[in-house]
């Protein structure tokens, strides 16, 4: 795997305060399964004084997933144990939130880290020292095998080989995880989805999240093909739902590979144009996996490109008007709260 060059926009403050909302629903409570803390130039700065201003703008937000994404890793020793750091890093955040002294929400109540797969059965010492470093936080790894020749057009900034997931070695190291009480959290692009759809039958005891809707592609040579797209990845989407060991997160719907321009526009734009633009995506996942096993996410702040974290959320409230009330409890906090493991 090799860096490339980003061309993924960072967010702008300025742009996004332009764009105010009342808050919907203020009082229904939210897990945000699907969130970073960086410090990166492609990206800009979020800590947790970015998150707790987000966590704080109106929704009930009771607790957050961390998710890794390539940074914080210690800067030497074995290079397999590198990933470890992350792990430390986002439980140090986990207990500053747990003090009580930065509002209610629990900050990184679950912590996903990255281990290298590619080890086989060695990777499980890496696993072993990051349930260590977690301090009861960590629940699981992503191991992103997304890879298209095209992907530096939207923003990659690793490119990988294709078929990561049908690899033998992977799967060996893929095969550590159920053993320790571990989950797996996968982002590949659309024409990828049969991938997953394959490891997941291979592994049924090992619970599997997709994450950011299997993120159908609608720039560079999907560009004006969205309904071909959408077919393609509709039907990739109810052979993964078929699998009861796999879940999905409804959002990453404000990266640029989406093909939306969210980023592109005067004011950032409002719930309601978010909701009409993704209901075919959250509808038909809903429709396949049901609200047990669907749940949404911000992907902040890679989304935060796009639109602000309360305006995601009341597009999310609208996306869910007219659920019953256990429906809505699934998918705002009841699914995370289970895949994760967070008892809340």
């Known amino acids: 795997m090799k860096s490339t060059t980003s061309s993924y926009p960072t967010f702008r403050p300025e742009w996004l305060a332009r764009r105010q909302e009342e808050i919907l629903e203020p009082d229904l409570p939210i897990i945000d399964p699907h969130h970073h803390l960086l410090d990166r130039p492609e990206h800009g700065t979020y800590l947790m004084p970015e998150l707790l201003a987000d966590l704080a703008s109106g929704h009930n ?10 940074s914080m890793y210690r800067a030497d020793g074995p290079v397999e144990m590198r990933p470890v750091g992350k792990v430390e890093f986002a ?8 003090s009580n002294n930065y509002g209610k929400a629990r900050a990184c109540a679950g912590i996903v880290g990255h281990a290298e797969l590619t080890l ?21 790894v992503r191991f992103i095998s997304a890879s298209d020749p095209q992907q530096p057009l939207w923003g990659g900034v690793v490119t990988r080989p294709q078929g990561l997931l049908l690899d033998r070695q992977v799967r060996e190291g893929f095969a550590q995880l159920a053993p320790l009480g ?11 989805l049969g991938d997953l759809v394959d490891l997941a039958r291979a592994f049924p005891d090992t619970q599997i999240c997709l994450d950011h809707v299997g993120a159908p592609i609608g720039v560079g040579r999907f560009q004006g093909q969205r309904d071909a797209v959408f077919a393609e990845w509709s039907q990739r989407i109810k052979e993964l739902a078929a ?5 999905v997160k409804l959002g990453g719907m404000g990266m640029k590979l989406f093909g939306f321009g969210f980023h592109e526009a005067e004011i ?4 309601e144009q978010l909701a009409a633009a993704w209901r075919p995506y959250v509808e038909t996942c809903i429709e396949a996996f049901g609200p047990k096993r669907a749940m949404f996410e911000s992907n902040f702040p890679v989304d935060k490109a796009s639109y602000g974290y309360s305006v995601y959320w009341n597009a999310c409230k609208r996306l869910a008007k007219g659920m019953s009330a ?10 995370a709260s289970r895949f994760y493991r967070l008892g809340l």
Not at 186 to 192: I, R
């Open 120 to 140: 086989g059965s060695g990777v499980a010492k890496v696993l072993e020292a990051m349930i260590v470093a977690g301090g009861g936080r960590f629940r699981g």
């Open 61 to 70: 937000v009771l607790a957050t997933v961390f998710l890794e994404w390539i």
């Open 182 to 192: 571990l989950s797996f959290d996968a982002f590949m692009f659309h024409p990828q």
């Open 326 to 335: 256990a429906d809505k409890a699934d998918l705002f906090y009841g699914t």
């Open 243 to 247: 699998c009861p060991n796999v879940h």
């Open 268 to 271: 950032a734009p409002s719930s």
């Open 91 to 98: 439980n140090g955040a986990a207990a500053m939130s747990a």
